[in-house]
């Protein structure tokens, strides 16, 4: 079990690197293919040396090596964060088919936070294609499962549905709370997380409304000032993939007759 965790946290931090181009380059609308990484500042082609996940950062101490402009700390945190959770989730589902679906989870999470905490954006390039991805892994995984707790295969297409209608009527009632980019993340939510996914939502909500009253008391923003809902949404399903079936339990729990 060991290596398998040093393994995910190098695939994670390199994973992470490019995830770092994309919360760069897609809300830009560039490529995230070419051209090669390069400092925003001067242009300076980044050698290979310079372009090591984490160990790079340190050895130029988060400056460009030509032109000494600082390194957002964005870029080591994005690949520490994404190598960290590959490790979690492979102490949390193993070495099963379980895990892929969830690896490709994190790292859209992490995108779909920092760009749209950024440009108050959730890019339909990466959240649609995902989703499209998510819901075939689910069903392909419910209808191969062995163990019969696995959830049925049509919870899964079922729940996407049903979140990304849920955020729709949100939206026509409280037209400036959200936009069509948290409908479609919601669905997309759905079609990975199943019925854990009304634990992401309702931890998504709570979280959201503890910032928002925390900024608003704190004086960073009006009552009346917008704050980007992808970021909690991202968090509360994080935490409802590692932890959704323990917290859905804790709650029903809550309803069980002391006797059982
Ligand atoms: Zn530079």
Known sequence: MIPTLILLFVVGAVTGSFLNVCIYRLPRRESVIAPASHCPECDRPLNWYDNIPLVSYLALRGKCRRCGTSIPVRYPL??????????????????????????????????????????????????????????????AISLSATDPDFPSWWTFPLAGVASAGFFFLITLIFPKGMGMGDVKLAGMLGFFLGRSVTVGLFLGFLLGALVGIGLIAAGRKGRKSRVPFGPFLAVGALAALFFGNEL?????????????
Do not use: C, K
């Open 248 to 260: 859905m339990q804790l709650y029903l729990g809550l309803f069980d007759s002391p006797e059982g």
């Open 78 to 139: 994005v690949e520490l964060l994404n190598a960290v959770l590959f490790v979690l989730a492979g102490w949390r589902f193993g070495l099963t088919a379980e895990l892929f679906p969830a690896l490709l989870l994190i790292s859209t999470l992490i995108v779909v936070f920092f760009i749209d905490l950024e440009h108050y954006i959730i890019p339909n390039i990466v959240v649609l294609p995902v989703a499209a991805v998510g819901v075939t892994a689910m069903v």
